[in-house]
Each structure stands twice: as structure tokens, then as C-alpha cells.
């Protein structure tokens, strides 16, 4: 399974703009970025997810490294309800052992908002 | 439109029971995936079930099985219980890939904690 490599924890205020990084310096070529954060008490959502551009909506945005080797998880106004952790997770659709079936989660990044 | 649905939503047990954990998905999906999280990590795939047959397994042992109903929903079973097995066990579902899309968004329902004593 490919690994990404995450901060371990973050602290932000509220209303201000937030970047979580990811490493994953292994990505193959066809290995899609996905990210997803569990808020407290519940299961994972999805946030978003890219191969090589850019991508916005309407909960974040994702900015990828040019090699593909980093990427950078975008929170324009964190509020007090984005305090989760959060996952960046490689996902390759045509993975020949069926890999892309399953999400392999490392331990995340635990983000704390202050009010 | 109910999101994914988890019964029960905590369990106590003793070593050596047999538990049965049920999900059901998102209206609209065909896939089930279950997963285990222990506490302080992140959720460790056990597999993925879809057209009632299990498609995907991960590093589980055969203590862990489970079952897709023509409906869609579906059932962990875990036999011989132990310590080691108290966890949040959750449930997501997915609409299988086609045409365009090479890849679907798992929903994750709110999971059953299970306490094995």
C-alpha cells in the first residue's frame, strides 16, 4: 500500500485559512489523492480528492505538488466545527489487486480550532 | 435521504462470544465495506462486500466474516472474541464505479463500539 506521511497535529484559529500537508514521495502515476476527516464521535467523510491539477469545492480546496510527491489540504476559514482529523489517503483505481477497494488510513492529522 | 445506518450502537461482550454487527447503506449504493478502528488510530479495512459476494479482504483473520443481502445490507460477524477486538467497527458504502468515474466515494456510518470484557 502506498504511504503518505502526516503531522501528527495542528492548532489554527478560527476564521483563519488552514493548510494540512501530506507527503507521499512513493506516488505512482496512476494513485489518485483523496482526503477525508472524521469529526469527533462520528465516521469519516470525504473532503476532496485530485490526481494532478488543483481542485476546488465547496468544503476545501487541494493544492498538489508538481512532482505529485506533496500535497497540501486548503481550509480557507476554518470554523470551529472543522476540528477533526484528517486523512490523506492514496487510491490507485487500477490497482491489480484490487487495492482501490478499500481505504488504507494512517493515523491523520488532528486538527484543533481555537475560538 | 438516510445516510448509512449502524445497529447496535454499543456492545459489551465477554471473551469468547460471538458478536453480529449490521449496517445499512446509503440509498442507492451497492457496496459495503466494514472497518475497525482502535482507539487513537485511523480505521484498518476488513472487506468489502458487493453483489453478496466478499470482493476485497484485508489483513483480518477468518474469526471475521460477514454477509451482503439482496437488499444490500449488511452483516459483520465476529466469533471467538478477545480483548483485542474491542474497537469501533464502521460501516461505509459506495455506489459501485461506472462510466466516467474510476473511483466512488465511501460514506461512513457512525460505527458500533464494541467492548469485549
Redesign the interface.
Known amino acids: 500500500d502506498a504511504k503518505t506521511t502526516q503531522p501528527n497535529s495542528m492548532e489554527s484559529n478560527e476564521e483563519e485559512p488552514v493548510h494540512l500537508p501530506c507527503n507521499h514521495s512513493t506516488i505512482s502515476g496512476t494513485d489518485?489523492i483523496h482526503w477525508y476527516r472524521q469529526l469527533p464521535?462520528?465516521?469519516?467523510?470525504?473532503v476532496i480528492?485530485g490526481l494532478t491539477s488543483n481542485v476546488n469545492n465547496r468544503m476545501a480546496s487541494l493544492a498538489i505538488a508538481e512532482d505529485r510527491k506533496s500535497s497540501t489540504l486548503i481550509l480557507h476559514r476554518a470554523t470551529l466545527r472543522d476540528a477533526a482529523?484528517y486523512?490523506c489517503i492514496l487510491?490507485d483505481?487500477?490497482d491489480p489487486q484490487?487495492?482501490?477497494?478499500?481505504?488504507?488510513?494512517?493515523?491523520?492529522t488532528k486538527l484543533t480550532v481555537n475560538p | 435521504d438516510a445516510g448509512v445506518t449502524q445497529s447496535p450502537t454499543h456492545l459489551i461482550k465477554t471473551r469468547g462470544q460471538q458478536v453480529t454487527l449490521r449496517c445499512s447503506p446509503k440509498s442507492g449504493h451497492d457496496t459495503v465495506s466494514w472497518y475497525q478502528q482502535a482507539l487513537g488510530q485511523g480505521p484498518q479495512f476488513i472487506f468489502q462486500y458487493y453483489e453478496e459476494e466478499e470482493r476485497q479482504r484485508g489483513n483480518f483473520p477468518d474469526r471475521f466474516s460477514g454477509h451482503q443481502f439482496p437488499n444490500y445490507s449488511s452483516e459483520l460477524n465476529v466469533n471467538a472474541l478477545l480483548l483485542g477486538d474491542s474497537a469501533l467497527y464502521l460501516c461505509a458504502s459506495s455506489l459501485a464505479p461506472g462510466g466516467l468515474a474510476v473511483l466512488s466515494e465511501q460514506f461512513f456510518g457512525p460505527g458500533t463500539r464494541l467492548t469485549v470484557l
Do not use: D, T
Open positions: 489518485y464521535s462520528q465516521g469519516p467523510e470525504y480528492h482529523v486523512y487510491r483505481p487500477w484490487g487495492g482501490s477497494e478499500k481505504l488504507v488510513f494512517g493515523k491523520g
